[in-house]
Every structure is written in structure tokens, then in C-alpha cells.
Nanobody, 114 residues
């Protein structure tokens, strides 16, 4: 299984970015897909997840600003990020979980700075 992220970059506070993750097989094959992030000097943390029956879950710090979505026709998992804050600066990782195994992408850098 391969996961490839794209869409990171530098954005000003209050701006938006859309991250995309292409998965090498149907996202319906996984129990959960999602996005995690690791900020400098911090542990990796959950950002948002999407189950294969359509339930979503968000960390409290991004709820109402970020939206996770999946497109099974394209095998993609996207993260729309609005109202970005400097504290959202991190490397963002795509994740897929199935039958006790976690799969990870290589990560994409998001930097929020003026």
C-alpha cells in the first residue's frame, strides 16, 4: 500500500490550503483513513479521520476549520484547511488503517506565517 500526499506549502494566517492523499488501492479497503500532523518539537497528533461508513472525527483544535473527505473513484483522501493559524504549522501525514496495520505517507509540510 502506498500513500502519496500533496498540497502543502506556505500560507499566511487566515488562509486556506487543500491537502490531497492518493492511495494505491480503494479507500473502502481500509477501516479508517485520516490525517495526522507533527509540529516541531512535538509528538505526532491526530487531525481528522474518516471511517469507511462515512463517520468523521476531528481534533478539537481544527474542528469547524478543517474538513476531511474521501473520493473512492479517485482513491483520494483530502483535507480542506481554512482559517489557518501559525500553530497549524507542521508536517501533515496521510494514514490508512486496516486489519491491525497502519500505512503512512511521506508527509507534506504546511507552514503558516506572515
Amino acid at each position: 500500500v502506498q500513500l502519496v500526499e500533496s498540497g502543502g506549502g506556505l500560507v499566511q494566517p487566515g488562509g486556506s490550503l487543500r491537502l490531497s492523499c492518493v492511495v494505491s488501492e480503494s479507500i473502502f479497503n481500509f477501516n479508517v483513513v485520516g490525517w495526522y500532523r507533527r509540529a516541531p518539537g512535538k509528538l505526532r497528533e491526530l487531525v481528522a479521520t474518516l471511517t469507511n461508513n462515512g463517520y468523521t472525527n476531528y481534533d478539537g483544535s481544527v474542528k469547524d476549520r478543517f474538513t476531511i473527505s474521501g473520493d473512492n473513484a479517485k482513491n483520494t483522501v483530502d483535507l480542506q484547511m481554512n482559517g489557518l493559524k501559525p500553530e497549524d504549522t507542521a508536517v501533515y501525514y496521510c494514514n490508512a488503517y486496516s486489519r491491525g496495520t497502519y500505512y503512512w505517507g511521506q508527509g507534506t509540510q504546511v507552514t503558516v506565517s506572515s
